[in-house]
Structure formats: structure tokens, C-alpha cells
């Protein structure tokens, strides 16, 4: 009998193990680049937006990832991105389609978003 005690023991600590419930980790930005260059054949500015994403649970588990640029009037620009490789999330804008001006202040919000609601965020400048 007690044999079978140690064994219902051992399977009820196992299903419990098995059924616990997930407890969602956020995504992880680990780099941000945001450039603007003059382009020739566009006649304009290109801004190049590039955000370096991770997620210790599953790496598709993010599901989005935003750029926010507030400029010294308090204007906001917004970007949604792209995922272009394992890590990597860009976009590309021409500067005309934009309120961006290459070489202006601008502070910077990059928030990046998972399947569960977690999110990471990120505060940096562009100059």
C-alpha cells in the first residue's frame, strides 16, 4: 500500500507540473538604429528604421514592434515595422510621405509587443 501512496504522490506532483499555468516573459529590444541619408534615385531622404528584438520564450512569439518620434513641438511620427530575419524588425520611408526632417532632434519610443500582451520599451533620440 504504501508503494501505491508514493506512486499516486508522484503522478499528482507530474500532472500538476504538467497543467501549471504560463506566466508570459516580455520581448527584449537589444538595439536600436535609426538613420537618415540622402538617396538619388528618390530625389529625398530615406529614413531607415531598424529595431533588434528578442524573446526568451519563443522568438515568434513577438508580434509587433512601433517607433514613436516626438520633435520639439511635441508632433508625433509613427512607424510600424517589419520582421526581416531572426532578430531584426525595419521599415523604410522616404521623408516627403513623413513630418521628419533629416537632421532635426527627435526623441524616440520603440515599443516591441508579444502574442500575451508583454511588451518592452525603449527611450532614445535621434540627432
Not at 508522484?10 to 508570459?24: A, D, N, R
Not at 513577438?62 to 516626438?70: A, I, K, N, S, T
Not at 516627403?96 to 515599443?111: I, S
Request: with cysteine; proline share 3%.
Amino acid at each position: 500500500m504504501k508503494i501505491l501512496r508514493y506512486f499516486q504522490a508522484l503522478l499528482l506532483c507530474f500532472i500538476i507540473t504538467l497543467t501549471s499555468c504560463y506566466t508570459p516573459t516580455s520581448p527584449d529590444i537589444f538595439g536600436v538604429h535609426i538613420s537618415c541619408h540622402f538617396n538619388g534615385s528618390y530625389d529625398d531622404y530615406m529614413w531607415i528604421f531598424q529595431v533588434w528584438v528578442d524573446h526568451p520564450i519563443q522568438l515568434q512569439d513577438v508580434r509587433e514592434v512601433e517607433v514613436f518620434l516626438y520633435n520639439a513641438y511635441g508632433e508625433m511620427s509613427y512607424f510600424s515595422l517589419r520582421p526581416d530575419g531572426k532578430y531584426l524588425w525595419n521599415d523604410i520611408a522616404i521623408e516627403q510621405n513623413t513630418n521628419l526632417t533629416c537632421g532635426r532632434w527627435y526623441d524616440v519610443d520603440v515599443l516591441a509587443t508579444d502574442y500575451y500582451g508583454s511588451t518592452d520599451n525603449l527611450q532614445s533620440y535621434y540627432q
